[in-house]
RNA sequence: GGAGAGUUGGCAGAGUGGUAAUGCACCGGACUCGAAAUCCGGCGAACCCAGUUAUCCUGGGCGCGCAGGUUCAAAUCCUGUACUCUCCUCCA
């Protein structure tokens, strides 16, 4: 959430950065509007109150003397209408604001690059160059059938499309690839967490999910009353239970900055997002991933972003996949993030580049939601400001090995950095199927 | 799922309708060569608004888990709700 006070003071500032979001300028024009009148009502009910509390401090002094005060209680009894009234108005009008605020972006760093759309994103490094092959490469999903260690027919006979069984080398690859990232995490400094899968509206809200990308996650309904949503949902990513884990508190600021990292399943309903990526374990409803987050003093995010980037990229390099390191432009960042940084891998068969984590500074929007604070050493309180960032996506990360790593037999030659995390083994080739 | 108890500053803890005690901690001062102890004083519940203004100050409002209600007046009474603890029941 933005600062209501920045947006007053610097009107044509907020007007001019968030226009590059596509908010128009009326919607600030609207809100500064309903801010003024909010405070001017609050003005003319607060005087109410002062006047309410000194002569309620009289009728008290006048019961305790044991004298009348039925003039003073009716007088009273007038202004409390009053006072009700406006505080009625004050609500309204707050809510409106709210509403107005909730649904806002936050501020684009001035580095962003600017434009409505992901073909403004800016190529900031190239890490190694596209993988060549001597022959024709497969498709992930083709590799991951042929070599039956991917299950689409059955998790679509059993679950729905977009849902994958992992088998044999398949599953063992998965299980190899986040037990990679989150040591490599914890080696990094990270603490490890694992968090609940479900949360409540109020997280939803504080990470910013909520209330604009309601359609886009699943939500647990009461079984006796479907129509009836229970306050959980399902994480689309564990940034939300990372962060609000320390919503509504204030932290000592030499524990900052934090660093956690979890592995999660993130569930996402991909509603808008039909007939895209249809195949493969790009885009499912369901996926697993290793996130980091950071919670950091005020001053220091854009350091941390730097580090929380570069720890994501060690990961593709520690894996040999080329990659390349994104400066998402204003329309294409995620609503939350000041600055984001995509890091997209090589995917030979598809022959372009693919998101397999988006490192962004929320800077303090998700502090404000969720009242995330620390004192400093002179016992100030300040906004934190929160970092997330993929460590990375695991499904995707598969997909990369698979076609990066494929050899003309169809056989796939495990990365040195996960031979120990697959028991040795150096290849993945196609046997009896097992089930 | 059933019953009961609870939620008040950084911590502990009083307050059953009249506007948040007290203790510890913290800050300042005295005493002392210095420290501890002691004494004196202060701060502190979190934020909002106005005036003035970058951080200060002054005044006001708000503030006792959260949201409503009753009342001239609510930590206190009423309703709803979240969470914690105890017991019963069930369960991996």
Request: proline share 5%; with cysteine; charged share 30%.
């Amino acid at each position: 959430m933005l600062d209501i006070k920045v947006i007053r003071e610097k009107l044509d500032w907020a007007k001019k950065k968030l226009a590059t979001r596509g908010i128009k300028p009326e919607t600030l024009d609207e809100l500064v509007e309903i801010d003024q009148k909010r405070r001017d009502a609050m003005v003319k009910s607060e005087q109410l109150k002062a006047k309410r509390n000194e002569v309620s401090k009289q009728i008290a002094e006048a019961k305790r003397n044991k004298q009348d005060a039925s003039d003073a209680i009716s007088a009273m009894r007038e202004v409390g209408a009053e006072i009700k009234k406006l505080d009625g108005e004050i609500k309204e009008l707050a809510d409106k604001q709210n509403y107005i605020l909730l649904r806002l972006p936050n501020f684009p760093d001035d580095s962003d690059p600017i434009g409505p759309d992901d073909s403004y994103n800016e190529e900031v490094r190239k890490w190694s160059e596209p993988t060549k092959f001597a022959f024709k490469p497969k498709a992930h999903w083709d590799l991951g059938t042929d070599l039956d260690i991917l299950d689409w027919d059955r998790a679509a006979k059993v679950s729905a499309a977009r849902f994958v069984y992992y088998k044999g080398a398949g599953a063992l690859l998965e299980r190899a690839v986040f037990n990679f990232f989150l040591d490599e995490n914890m080696k990094a400094g990270y603490t490890e967490v694992l968090p609940p899968y479900l949360v409540n509206d109020a997280s939803m809200q504080g990470t910013g999910q909520f209330p604009k990308f309601h359609e886009d996650v699943y939500t647990i309904v009461d079984n006796d009353d479907p129509d009836k949503p229970l306050d959980l949902t399902l994480i689309p990513t564990a940034e939300v239970p990372l962060v609000n884990y320390f919503r509504n508190e204030i932290i000592h600021g030499e524990k900052l900055p934090i660093n956690v990292t979890a592995l999660s399943p993130a569930f996402r309903s991909e509603a808008g997002s039909a007939g895209r990526d249809t195949r493969g374990l790009i885009r499912m409803h369901e996926f697993r991933k290793v996130e980091m987050v950071k919670i950091c003093k005020e001053d220091e995010s854009w350091k941390e972003l730097d580090n929380l980037t570069h720890q994501a990229e060690s990961l593709l390099q520690k894996l040999n996949l080329p990659y390349h390191v994104v400066a998402l432009s204003t329309g294409d960042a995620s609503f939350t993030s000041a600055k984001t940084y995509d890091l997209e891998v090589w995917m030979p068969a598809q022959d372009k580049y693919r998101e397999i984590s988006s490192c962004s500074n929320c800077t303090d929007f998700q502090a404000r939601r969720a009242q995330i604070r620390y004192r400093d050493e002179n016992g100030k309180l300040h906004l934190a400001h929160t970092l997330n960032g993929s460590g990375l996506a695991v499904g995707r990360t598969v997909a990369a090995i698979l076609e990066n790593y494929q050899n003309e037999d169809g056989t796939v030659t495990v990365p040195d950095a996960l031979v120990p995390y697959m028991h040795g083994m150096t290849k993945i080739t196609k046997e009896d199927s097992l089930i």
